[in-house]
């Protein structure tokens, strides 16, 4: 009878020590859950400090407040302690409105930029059509269409001067005559504000023993540089905005065959640079 007892008691003790052990293995999942939301909100409050922005950490704050204040998980797309989903809006809050205040914040300088640009690129067009407009009004009035050509050009407004009124032959000495056209042009670019450029031009013709110029390339060059002398010294104009160059006969504009193709490259072209391009 007592053994039949105490194998009762043995056996009542091992189920209720079977039971606890049963019951204490599911804590351990309490524990877990609370690390792997803490280290969540850990990572996330790096990534914000890692971006420094204060709108968006602001953002950020407000929206862990309201999370701990709804009592809501963190993760998109899973169920709460309360057993709701949360809303976008408790996810996101204000997320959007700070999306579309950066971008309103962006645009304005992209725009203003721009605008700035193609204003001062129509300024400069219409002031370069107006130097064309009135180059070809003075060619006009002064019966010069055979010794002035002027064109637009991407590169800007050139004015091609031919030698015949310029320089005699093999020579880079300014001819009386070509006074009266350099001062009409060195009006007209005195308040331009844009860079010109002087090129000489010659034909493929050899420099004869009686010239000052070893070869056309001198000749070309010493071209250029008496129109712009000309323009500093009996003009007055600022030498920043100017530059000159020769070419020799490396750029002819017509064929150097025939003796009218050789007299029009025997030139000097006047350039307004554009400044700005569209």
């Known amino acids: 009878m007592r053994q039949r007892n105490k194998r009762s008691r043995l056996i009542r003790t091992r189920q209720a020590r079977a039971s606890?052990?049963?019951?204490?293995?599911?804590?351990?999942?309490?524990?877990?859950?609370?690390?792997?939301?803490?280290?969540?909100?850990?990572f996330i409050?790096?990534?914000?400090?890692?971006?420094?922005?204060?709108?968006?950490?602001?953002d950020i704050t407000s929206s862990l407040q309201t999370t701990f204040q709804n009592s809501n998980h963190i993760l998109e797309?899973?169920?709460?302690?309360?057993?709701?989903?949360?809303?976008?809006?408790?996810?996101?809050?204000?997320?959007?409105?700070?999306?579309?205040?950066?971008?309103?914040?962006?645009?304005?300088?992209?725009?203003?930029?721009?605008?700035?640009?193609?204003?001062?690129?129509r300024a400069q067009e219409k002031e370069l059509q107006q130097l064309l407009s009135q180059i070809e009004g003075y060619i006009e009035d002064h019966n010069l269409t055979e010794l002035i050509f002027v064109e637009d050009k991407p590169q800007g407004i050139s004015i091609t001067l031919s030698e015949r009124f310029l320089f005699r032959s093999g020579n880079a000495r300014l001819m009386d005559g070509s006074s009266p056209v350099l001062h009409q042009l060195a009006s007209l670019f005195?308040?331009?504000?844009?860079?010109?450029?002087?090129?000489?031009?010659?034909?493929?013709?050899?420099?004869?023993?009686?010239?000052?110029?070893?070869?056309?390339?001198e000749l070309s060059g010493a071209r250029a540089l008496s129109v712009l002398r000309y323009f500093m010294d009996e003009e007055g104009l600022e030498s920043d905005h100017f530059q000159y160059a020769?070419?020799?006969?490396?750029?002819?504009?017509e064929d150097n065959s025939t003796k009218e193709g050789r007299q029009k490259n025997r030139r000097v072209e006047i350039t307004v640079l554009r400044q700005l391009q569209e």
């Not at 409050?45 to 602001?58: G, H, I, T």
């Not at 976008?88 to 205040?101: L, R």
């Open 190 to 217: 005195r308040d331009l504000g844009m860079n010109i450029s002087i090129e000489g031009h010659t034909d493929n013709m050899p420099i004869v023993n009686s010239s000052t110029y070893k070869d056309n390339w």
């Open 45 to 58: 409050m790096l990534y914000a400090m890692s971006r420094l922005d204060a709108n968006k950490y602001e």
């Open 77 to 121: 797309g899973n169920k709460g302690i309360t057993g709701d989903k949360p809303s976008p809006e408790q996810q996101n809050p204000g997320g959007d409105a700070a999306q579309s205040n950066d971008n309103k914040n962006e645009n304005p300088e992209s725009e203003k930029t721009e605008s700035a640009h193609e204003v001062a690129f």
């Open 246 to 253: 020769g070419y020799a006969d490396t750029r002819p504009a």
């Open 20 to 42: 606890n052990s049963g019951a204490s293995h599911d804590r351990w999942m309490i524990t877990y859950a609370d690390l792997i939301t803490l280290l969540l909100i850990f």
